[in-house]
């Protein structure tokens, strides 16, 4: 009976080892190459950065932020051996300790329940096979496990674990996890955290420390105690951890500045060159963006539009809830979870109403007290231009159960505010090569994602008179140049309509010269002067800035800035007034690079040659379109085209410098500089205003109107609503920056005039003024008082001390 029982079990070895042997003979030869998992390509997401390598956005389903192994703490590795594969450096990449612990609860309970699996079978699993449990998927696993032992080292194992595992909330690997849960690096955590995570890959869902704490909370204890068996942690250290309660919080990405409308641009530009791929391939995309003028962007832009809305009054409250005596803060926060923080502005409950202040429940906050200096502001709003009497009390404003938006101000004083119904939008170029300096689309991404920077097209008003100027300097006229401001009527006899069109103050001031015109906007004369030149000369050379013409009106209402352009397209025209009259090409992103450094982009924009010696004829034709196509391919300095002559532009420069220092842009005379020029702009009925300015490092337009192209209100002019942004954000963009005026070019000479008549001043005139001329195209009338002995090197601002 012995020697039966021999036999017997010797019979079962041997058909163990046979099928053993022939399961590896079927399945060794289908198992993958684990040469694929040394050069392994995990889903990394987009990301974007600033030029200042601040993250602005990332795009991807899959959250992951991959790690080196010497990356990874020490007791992040240990917590997640004890909670997973205690005996990982010790077995072969399978432990039969653990299978049969496995086997035996298969015969216990009937069930075939998941247990077993080392680290290495679970990165088999995770990279080549399906999670479905069957027992051909577990013998694929066993073996593919003995592969990967074989041919890579513990820790290139224990590093693919690592960064592939999902541990909720869409993040995949511990670098994700540890900014998603905690907002922090995973070199930053702490000890109960580094557990809280190794809890994780068992069960990321019922576990997870956002929607189960209770759960999670239990399962990193039970890694606590695991570390503590394992003598990686103190008995202290152990006592330590399970007393911290559960700090897990959702954490979008570290977004350290914040410029969504360049990654929506970005997201889109990428997503056309590189598919789908883009999201998960890991590329980093560096933009033009500088950190510092976006922040003053976003600041200025949100600043006026808030100063824009409060002129106008208060339109009530987002929402109203009647509360009751039993309700609490729980209550409370329950009613504004569904009401995001919208460009600063955070929902509030109102709370408390007495004589001369209110509380108000805030998300994550608490409860704050808003005195009444913070709302006195808030006249009931009417109309554009209707408000109601203004509040004397906090009961003429607010109610219990409001649901109003608030706003930190410099002193920590919560002030009441709304969501603004009108919009804006700001661009800022580098004038040199067309880098996107900051760029904000409007009041806030997540309420509208409409970029108005690049998709809105409006009409820019009067700020599109200088190149209208440029173009009447072109053809020969001066800026002295006598035109009247008087009426004028246009009929359109196949239309039987009549225009009459207007200056803004709905005077007329006679004949007067170019540059007060332009100083003063003047509409009429603006009409005179296109007029003079033809339509058909102004819109060929208005072509030079880059402006697609067909486009625009081909009628006199050009004058007055009614075609329709996008603050891009106006930004990229004013720059060649910046830069010394070349066209450059506005771009925003800088650099691609693959997840392992490899640089796939890089951007070679057109460059202004302002020290290239040449004629302005050979300027203007100095790169033509097909070498600057080489050029650009083969990573050559590609150079602009000059389109506008040194004098023309010198000259309009001093002319728009005077809207600044004596004319609608008075109010950016706050900056205390010299080297500004610019444009106000206003259209019919005020529906949209702006404010388009410069110097030689930075151009900038702002733009603020109603998406519906309703009327912004009286006086609510492009100097009024738009020139406070621009001034705002300039504060801040030239901030540190040398005042660098325009050199004069040599072909320009001065005259003393009559500034009433433009004519030849007296000798003993007391009123006579410099204007400045080419030196070829001075009126007989004043020829007889130029001078060229003003120092070559005098600039523009100087000159304006005498004009």
Known sequence: MLRLSFYF??????????????????????????????????????????????????????????????????????????????????????????ILRAAFQLVKTGEKTQGGSTITMQVARNFFLSREKTYLRKVNEIFLSFKIERELSKDEILTLYLNKIYLGQRAYGIGAAAQVYYGLQINELSLSQ????????????????????????????????????????????????????????????????????????????????????????????????????????????????????????????????????????????????????????????????????????????????IP??????????????????????????????????????GNGQWRLSQLPDVEAGLVSFRPSDGATLALVGGFDFLRSKFNRVTQAYRQPGSGFKPFIYSAALDAGMTAATIINDAPVVFEDRELDETWRPENYSHKTYGPTRLRVALTHSRNLVSIRLLHSIGVPYALDYISRFGFDVNRLPKNLSLALGSGALTPWQLARGYAVFANGGYLIEPYFIDQIESQDGELLFKANPILVCSDCEESPAESVAKVAPSEEENNAEQGQPVYAKRVIDPETLWIMNSMTQDVIQHGTGRRALVLGRKDLSGKTGTTNDQRDAWFSGFNSDVVAVTWIGFDKFQPLGNSETGARAALPIWVEYMA???????????????????????????????????????EVFRSGNVPEEVSGNVSTDIDQETTAPAIQDLF
């Open 732 to 770: 801040t963009a030239l901030k540190g920056l040398p005042e660098r005026p325009m050199e004069r070019p040599p072909g320009l000479v001065f005259a003393r005039i009559d500034p009433v008549t433009g004519n030849l001043a007296s000798p003993e005139s007391t009123d006579a003024i410099f």
């Open 194 to 369: 580094f557990a809280m995570l190794a809890g994780l890959p068992k069960a990321p869902s019922t576990t997870n420390p956002v929607s189960n704490p209770e759960r999670a909370l239990k399962r990193r204890n039970y890694v606590l105690l695991r570390m503590l068996e394992e003598d990686y942690i103190t008995e202290d250290e152990y006592k330590e951890a399970i007393a911290i309660p559960v700090s897990a919080s959702l954490h979008s990405s570290l977004v350290e500045i914040e410029a969504p409308y360049v990654a929506e641009m970005v997201r889109q530009q990428l997503l056309e060159e590189y598919g789908e791929e883009a999201y998960t391939s890991g590329l980093t995309v560096t933009t033009t963006i500088r950190d510092r003028n976006q922040l003053a962007a976003n600041n200025a832009l949100r600043k006026g539009v808030l100063a824009y809305d409060e002129r106008h009054g208060y339109r009530g409250p987002e929402h109203h809830f009647d509360l009751s005596d039993e309700m609490d803060e729980s209550s409370w926060k329950e009613l504004l979870e569904s009401f995001p923080v919208l460009g600063a502005l955070y929902p509030a409950l109102v709370t408390e109403v007495g004589e001369q202040s209110a509380s108000a429940f805030l998300l994550n906050i608490g409860k704050v007290d």
């Open 372 to 409: 009444f200096t913070g709302m006195i502001w808030a006249r009931k709003y009417v109309s554009e231009n209707v408000m109601g009497p203004e509040p004397k009390k906090a009961g003429d404003i607010l109610k219990i159960g409001d649901v109003i938006r608030l706003i930190e101000d």
């Open 9 to 98: 079990l010797l019979a079962i070895l041997l058909l163990g080892i046979v099928s053993t042997l022939g399961l590896a003979w079927f399945i060794v030869p289908q198992l993958p190459d684990i040469e694929t998992l040394k050069d392994v390509r995990m889903q990394v997401p987009l990301r974007v950065y600033s030029a200042d390598h601040s993250l602005i956005a990332e795009f991807g389903e899959q959250r992951r932020i991959p790690v080196t192994r010497e990356e990874i703490p020490e007791k992040m590795v240990q917590a997640i051996l004890a909670s997973e594969d205690d005996r990982f450096y010790e077995h072969p990449g399978v432990d039969w300790q653990g």
